[in-house]
């Protein structure tokens, strides 16, 4: 049988609210890891099949160490979700990468700390590749729609996921230009993470909103410019996602990587000795592979 696309795209409320959406309508799903950050949004846009999610919940309440990305991920797989489009405000560690354009970022550094990071663990372990953490496949729509649009958007950069809510210090910022980071975002781990092993091809457009505070004629960031920058992003990026979603299609195509399949080689823990109670919540993640 021919596998219909459906699109997760997690971003904030101008995605969240996107004109042109058809049949829309919200269901809340339970998640055996937690409350997700919202009702999920249902919908067709251009013809395919879309769930939103507000990552941060709608008006905001939640701060990115806050999040259940565990229960967002895992309600996105229940939902039917075949691919993710995450959409996310970052800072810029780049001259080049000037606030108002996107990057389409291909890898990270994860220095988050205080958050569940695996949906496996002791009675289940596994360990995924993260050696190319983004799908080629949805980079190319995304890289086509943003040509199409004449939004100004570079393809290929490293995020430097940090803890927040904070701010970088000077020296934190100059540590990660030294490392060869390009943008500095707070929310796109271990959401990349999880989404690898719920087997889902995840892909990031990091909306640039200020140049953090390496940058000796922009001062240290502030909220108030950040939004204002943000508003203007958030027209742009539903713009994106309108012209990229047809480009996937209503029929599917898998990743190019073999990202549907990526538990057939992970899994550790002999079958035997799994953790009856684990395997239960890892029904929708992983159920086709512990189920076999």
Not at 12 to 25: Q, T
Not at 90 to 99: D, F, K, V, Y
Not at 120 to 148: E, N, R, T, W, Y
């Amino acid at each position: 049988m021919t596998e219909r696309t459906v699109l997760g795209i997690i971003g904030g409320s101008g995605i969240y609210e996107m004109a042109g959406l058809e049949n829309v309508r919200e269901v809340t799903i339970a998640s055996p890891w937690g409350e997700p950050s919202d009702a999920l949004r249902l919908g067709t846009l251009k013809g395919v099949d879309v769930v939103f999610l507000a990552r941060h919940g709608r008006g905001h309440v939640l701060s990115p160490s806050d999040i259940n990305y565990r229960a967002n991920i895992d309600a996105l797989k229940r939902a039917g979700v075949t691919d993710i489009i995450s959409v996310s405000a970052c800072g810029s560690l780049r001259e080049e990468l000037a606030p108002g354009s996107f990057v389409l970022v291909d890898q990270f550094i994860d220095r988050t700390f205080a958050r569940a990071k695996s949906f496996f663990g002791k009675g289940c372990v596994a360990h995924v590749s993260m050696a190319q953490p983004i799908c080629p496949k949805l980079v190319d729509a995304l890289a086509a729609a943003a040509h199409a649009e004449a939004i100004t958007c570079h393809r290929g950069g490293t995020y430097l996921a940090m803890e927040g809510p904070q701010f970088s210090s000077l020296a934190e910022s100059q540590l990660y230009r030294s490392w060869g980071c390009d943008v500095i975002g707070m929310t796109n781990m271990p959401e990349a993470k999880l989404a690898r092993e719920a087997e889902l091809p995840y892909a990031s457009v990091a909306m640039i909103t200020d140049y953090d505070c390496w940058h000796p004629s922009h001062g240290h960031v502030e909220v108030a410019a950040i939004l204002q920058v943000l508003r203007a992003n958030a027209e742009k990026a539903a713009a994106l996602i309108r012209r990229a979603t047809p480009l996937l299609g209503p029929t599917r195509t898998p990743s190019p990587l073999g990202i549907e399949r990526t538990l057939d080689s992970a899994l550790i823990t002999a079958p035997t000795a799994r953790d009856p109670s684990l395997v239960a919540k890892l029904d929708a993640v992983a159920g086709r592979v512990l189920r076999g």
